[in-house]
């Protein structure tokens, strides 16, 4: 290397490091808070590290928030959600990409308008769709309204067009139904889109808290995001429950990113994402 490239290297690594340490300092300081004492979170001066590290602030935030229902609650709507959005969002992508209709392409410029649309515009006429249909404070009143993403058709769109015709007409030749070229051939082929659509939609749904707000009224029924809301109050915030609370709801993310991480694919498919 030369020297101007091995100065330019070394500058670059240095921005890149200084923006991961901002980036991470807030994560760092929910986590390190978690373990304090209630007495060490607004002592003068403030201090990074806990003097006295405890677990008892996990053992009084599962007990107190309930979380077990609360974390049920929300896999129930977060894994319902996920699978019926993938099997929409590539049943979908598959006839826009392999169905030869003039009309398919003007639907599919409609689908891809609607991410312009700010979230905010829809949530009216859908809460009326719901509160109509009787699904006003029922969890399939937040997960009906969540399956259909523009990202995911997409994303699967873009993926089926990449798979040859020649191989629908072999399996066409061989017997095979529409249904069982779908099943059989075009999904287990697509398998990094539903992983990554999987993540994604898994992702939305937990960190979803505005939806969850409006449709849920009844306590017994709240996702933990809403009963994380339900912490604070108007005049005190029990700060030793809501920080260790908080990394409690954000465990099962870290899972499934550590988990899954190698399946998301790195080609700009997460880029521009919009719920």
Do not use: H
């Not at 100065?7 to 300081?29: D, N, Q």
């Not at 979380?67 to 896999?75: A, G, I, P, W």
């Not at 769709?129 to 399956?147: F, K």
């Amino acid at each position: 290397m030369t020297a101007k490239s091995r100065t330019t290297s070394i500058l670059l690594t240095t921005i890149v490091a200084i923006l991961a340490v901002v980036y991470l300092f807030p994560i760092l300081w929910l986590l390190l808070s978690s373990f304090k004492p209630g007495s060490e979170l607004f002592s003068y001066p403030l201090k990074f590290f806990p003097d006295e590290i405890t677990f008892g602030n996990y053992e009084y935030a599962w007990a107190t928030m309930e979380f077990t229902k609360y974390v049920m609650n929300t896999l129930m709507v977060t894994v319902a959600t996920t699978v019926l959005t993938v099997l929409a969002s590539a049943s979908c992508g598959y006839a826009l990409a392999k169905y030869n209709y003039k009309w398919l392409s003007v639907f599919f410029l409609c689908i891809l308008t609607t991410t312009m649309l700010p979230t905010e515009v829809i949530m009216n006429p859908t809460f009326t769709v719901i509160q109509t249909l009787g699904l006003y404070d029922s969890l399939w009143g937040l997960i009906i309204p969540s399956i259909n993403t523009a990202t995911g058709i997409f994303m699967f769109r873009q993926f089926f067009q990449t798979v040859p015709d020649d191989l629908l007409e072999a399996a066409r030749i061989d017997g095979a139904n529409e249904g069982r070229i779908f099943f059989g051939l075009m999904l287990p082929i697509a398998k990094p889109i539903i992983i990554t659509l999987s993540i994604f939609s898994f992702q939305w749904r937990w960190n979803d808290y505005v939806w969850p707000l409006l449709v849920i009224s009844d306590p017994n029924k709240y996702t933990v995001q809403v009963a994380l809301r339900s912490i604070v109050g108007a005049d005190n915030i029990d700060w030793v429950l809501l920080l260790s609370a908080s990394v409690i709801s954000i465990l099962p993310m870290v899972l499934i990113f550590t988990v899954f991480q190698r399946y998301i694919m790195d080609t700009g498919a997460s880029s521009g994402l919009k719920d």
